[in-house]
């Protein structure tokens, strides 16, 4: 357990709204297909602007919401699978723009898939000494979608989520984190491969490749694990909200029933979003903070999962104050 809290968040989105309809020009599928089996409605997506602007906006909106001073800020972790670059880090350019280069910061990207945002946070929980901690999870993840496959693209949007957070004696984040190291391609998007360029071999593009159907069994089964074994003893009942990854409102129902813990409880923006890979779980909780939804002495969970396969779950206790 780590005595920190939440004192503001933020969020960004790619700057083109893309709606089923939409979609239905670009690949063979429909707004009654992907609503009905997804819950999406519509996406996100950025042509112009890249992770790092998302990543920036989201930061920018998070600093303002808890009204510190940028040059407190001791470290900035930012959750991402699609950075701008191999090197530098999206964390770096988040503190270039920030104007913080004098600072005594460490700022460093992680890549754990869409649980990203939930490891980002248990790591820079344990990390924050002292000054502020900035975690961020951002994507345009269509950058790497094959738009020629309507089994993948009409899932993902671009986005970014931020939160800012310091130690507290009175608040607590509890966190449970897991990795299967099941790389089976059941969610896999490869990269260049070793020593073609020196051989002259030129090599596609690699996309985003995903079943389905095992990723939902997954799924299923993960998130569950993730929220009992941060509930420990405590009934599920005591839980105010639910924050979770936004993948697919199906998911979400199944983990509903199988839970026995209300639909209403749970802030679910899919339906306009998509699934933003380590965006989603900030992304809705910049929005449950924004809604005034997040309140003194609650009992929060934030709850993901994600390729590799990854898998965890936060519990905050948000103590005598907001978050
Ligand atoms: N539009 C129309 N038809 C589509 C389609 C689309 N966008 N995508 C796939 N189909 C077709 C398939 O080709 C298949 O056709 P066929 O029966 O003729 O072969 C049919 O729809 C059924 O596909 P199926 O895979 O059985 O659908 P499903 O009920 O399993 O739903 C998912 C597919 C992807 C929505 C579902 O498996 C899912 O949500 N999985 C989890 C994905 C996820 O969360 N990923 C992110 C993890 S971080």
């Not at 490891?119 to 002292?130: I, P, V």
């Not at 799924?219 to 993730?226: G, L, V, W």
């Amino acid at each position: 357990m780590e005595h920190v809290r939440i004192i503001g968040c933020g969020k960004a989105a790619g700057e083109q709204k893309i709606t089923n309809n939409d979609l239905e020009n670009i690949v063979e599928t429909s707004d009654e297909w992907i609503t009905t089996r997804t819950g999406i409605r519509s996406r996100y997506i950025s042509s112009s602007r890249n992770t790092s602007d998302l990543a920036i906006e989201a930061a920018a909106n998070a600093i303002q919401s808890a009204g510190i001073n940028p040059h407190d800020i001791r470290l900035i972790i930012v959750a991402t699978l699609t950075p701008d670059c191999v090197t530098p880090s999206v964390a770096c350019m988040v503190q270039a723009a920030l104007g913080l280069n004098e600072d005594n910061i460490m700022a460093f990207d992680l890549n754990a898939a869409c649980s990203g945002f939930l490891f980002a946070l248990q790591t820079a929980s344990s990390l924050l000494q002292e000054g502020y901690g900035l975690v961020i999870g951002a994507e345009t993840l269509s950058k790497i979608l094959n738009w020629e496959d309507r089994s993948t693209c009409v899932l993902f949007g671009d986005g970014a989520g931020a939160c800012v957070i310091e130690r507290d004696e009175k608040a607590s984040m509890t966190f449970y984190a897991r990795s299967s190291g099941d790389t089976a391609h059941a969610l896999y998007c490869g990269s260049r491969s070793l020593q073609k360029d020196m051989h002259n071999v030129k090599e596609d593009k690699q996309y985003l490749e995903m079943n389905g159907r095992e990723v939902f069994r997954f799924a299923t089964r993960a998130m569950p694990d993730a929220i009992h074994a941060v509930m420990q003893d405590d009934d599920i009942d005591t839980i105010d909200l639910i924050i979770p990854h936004q993948a697919n409102r199906r998911i979400l129902e199944y983990v509903s029933k199988k839970m026995k813990y209300p639909m209403e409880k749970m802030i679910i923006n899919l339906d306009e979003f998509g699934n933003t890979s380590s965006a989603s779980v900030p992304i809705a909780l910049a929005r449950a903070w924004e809604e005034g939804r997040i309140r003194e002495n609650m009992t929060i969970v934030l709850v993901g999962f994600g390729a590799g396969f990854t898998w965890g779950a936060c519990r905050i206790e948000t103590g005598g104050k907001q978050l």
